[in-house]
């Protein structure tokens, strides 16, 4: 903190996550400074932001896009360093005189970067599920060595972390909400026709393509509970899922007498995203709050198994422990890209996932170079999964999402 101002580094600053953090920023002018910009590739988006924030440094992940963007912009911001590859990542992620790192880098490549913040010391906004859920106890056991801050940016488990802030009691049972994606209440057989574009419309929340899936399949949901397991400490029996369609209560924590804590709000993602950057101060947002004057529907109801197999996978991976999450983040990732890419059809995800996870011995990771090992082998198994499985069917008419 320089007076009073945050130095900030946004990792995933192209990402949707990334894009509403900047909207965070603007929103509060004098609060924060933008001190690093990263993303994969150095498309006219970042070129953007870059002029627009002016950042001491740019790293772009991707092989040889630091080259071209140093090309294009070296006079035009001589005072800009660009880097360029993990590395490059992991400076931006260190840099010096930042305070908060933004990690919101979609999928492994968020693992390396996330950890160095963590062994730096710096308060890490973590929308970067994979950290957590592949590397759960090498991000932990460097947190607690440095000190460093984990301040949740999902907004179920933002909902959690204010729900038990500056409590002494310990919960006896985390439950994450979930919406139930568009397809809560479409048959097993109309599953077999879903599309990639059918899948991606949400009914609440605007996301990027590969979170959208994970929503639809509630594998996103059983990342969660892998996630809440290193956040809060809880033994994975204790933090369970229930659906709730409208998704206003975003979370809730239960305690010994009975009693439960739920946080309630608009559906919005810049509300988890500024309780993130300005913990534990709370700013107005913009966001139109719940209105009492009109009949609010609030339901919940147990998630149906057997229509997303994904979620039963998650548990199983967190009940095996060691680098069994590790595993099934990778083979999901392998999978929802190749459904994206219509190479696979929508229930061959749990499909390959299972197969994946079911030929694997859980090991304890020491290690990002054991977790890494672990997510290169399910990626190969994964690959061979979907070359075994049919690709999307030409689809049938299906309802409109609930």
């Known amino acids: 903190m320089t007076s009073g101002i945050r130095s900030?580094?946004?990792?995933?600053?192209?990402?949707?996550?990334?894009?509403?953090?900047?909207?965070?920023?603007?929103?509060?002018?004098?609060?924060?400074?933008?001190?690093?910009?990263?993303?994969?590739?150095?498309?006219?988006?970042?070129?953007?932001?870059?002029?627009?924030?002016?950042?001491?440094?740019?790293?772009?992940?991707?092989?040889?896009?630091?080259?071209?963007?140093?090309?294009?912009?070296?006079?035009?911001?001589?005072?800009?360093?660009?880097?360029?590859?993990?590395?490059?990542?992991?400076?931006?992620?260190?840099?010096?005189?930042?305070?908060?790192?933004?990690?919101?880098?979609?999928?492994?490549?968020?693992?390396?970067?996330?950890?160095?913040?963590?062994?730096?010391?710096?308060?890490?906004?973590?929308?970067?599920?994979?950290?957590?859920?592949?590397?759960?106890?090498?991000?932990?056991?460097?947190?607690?060595?440095?000190?460093?801050?984990?301040?949740?940016?999902?907004?179920?488990?933002?909902?959690?972390?204010?729900?038990?802030?500056?409590?002494?009691?310990?919960?006896?049972?985390?439950?994450?909400?979930?919406?139930?994606?568009?397809f809560r209440e479409a048959s097993r057989f109309r599953l077999d026709a879903v599309t990639p574009e059918t899948a991606l419309r949400h009914p609440t929340w605007k996301m990027g393509p590969k979170i959208s899936i994970d929503s639809a399949t509630l594998m996103n949901k059983g990342l969660e509970m892998i996630e809440a397991r290193w956040l809060f400490g809880l033994p994975p029996e204790d933090i369970r899922v229930v659906v709730h369609p409208q998704s206003i209560v975003h979370s809730m924590v239960e305690f010994a007498d009975g009693s439960f804590l739920a946080q309630l709000g608009t559906p919005h993602m810049r509300i988890?995203?500024?309780?993130?950057?300005?913990?534990?101060?709370?700013?107005?947002?913009?966001?139109?709050?719940?209105?009492?004057?009109?009949?609010?529907?609030?339901?919940?109801?147990?998630?149906?198994?057997?229509?997303?197999?994904?979620?039963?996978?998650?548990?199983?991976?967190?009940?095996a422990g060691g680098d069994a999450p590790a595993v099934l983040n990778a083979a999901n990732e392998v999978a929802v890209a190749a459904f994206l890419d219509h190479r696979l059809d929508f229930p061959g995800i749990p499909a390959v996932v299972g197969a994946v996870l079911g030929a694997h011995a859980p090991r304890e990771p020491e290690n990002l170079e054991a977790v890494a090992a672990a997510d290169a082998w399910a990626r190969g198994q994964a690959r061979e999964e979907v070359r075994r499985r049919p690709a999307s069917k030409t689809p049938l008419p299906l309802a409109a999402p609930c």
């Not at 308060?123 to 056991?141: D, F, H, P, Q, Y």
């Not at 907004?155 to 568009?182: F, K, M, N, Y």
């Not at 300005?278 to 209105?291: F, K, Y």
Request: net charge neutral; hydrophobic share 45%; with cysteine.
């Open 8 to 182: 900030l580094s946004i990792l995933g600053a192209t990402g949707s996550v990334g894009t509403t953090t900047l909207e965070v920023v603007d929103r509060l002018p004098g609060r924060f400074r933008v001190a690093a910009l990263a993303a994969g590739r150095s498309g006219g988006r970042l070129a953007a932001l870059v002029c627009r924030y002016r950042p001491e440094v740019v790293a772009l992940g991707a092989p040889g896009e630091a080259e071209r963007f140093a090309e294009r912009f070296r006079r035009e911001l001589p005072e800009v360093a660009i880097v360029g590859g993990p590395a490059g990542l992991e400076r931006a992620a260190t840099w010096p005189g930042v305070d908060t790192v933004m990690s919101a880098i979609v999928g492994a490549a968020g693992l390396r970067p996330t950890l160095a913040a963590l062994e730096a010391g710096r308060t890490v906004g973590l929308a970067n599920k994979e950290s957590l859920v592949a590397a759960g106890a090498v991000m932990a056991r460097a947190a607690e060595a440095s000190g460093a801050r984990l301040i949740p940016v999902d907004s179920e488990h933002a909902a959690i972390h204010q729900c038990l802030a500056g409590r002494r009691d310990p919960p006896v049972r985390l439950w994450l909400t979930a919406s139930g994606g568009p």
């Open 272 to 319: 988890p995203v500024q309780y993130a950057l300005t913990w534990p101060e709370r700013l107005p947002s913009g966001i139109d709050p719940l209105r009492f004057d009109e009949p609010l529907d609030l339901r919940f109801e147990p998630p149906d198994r057997d229509r997303f197999p994904c979620l039963v996978l998650a548990e199983q991976a967190l009940a």
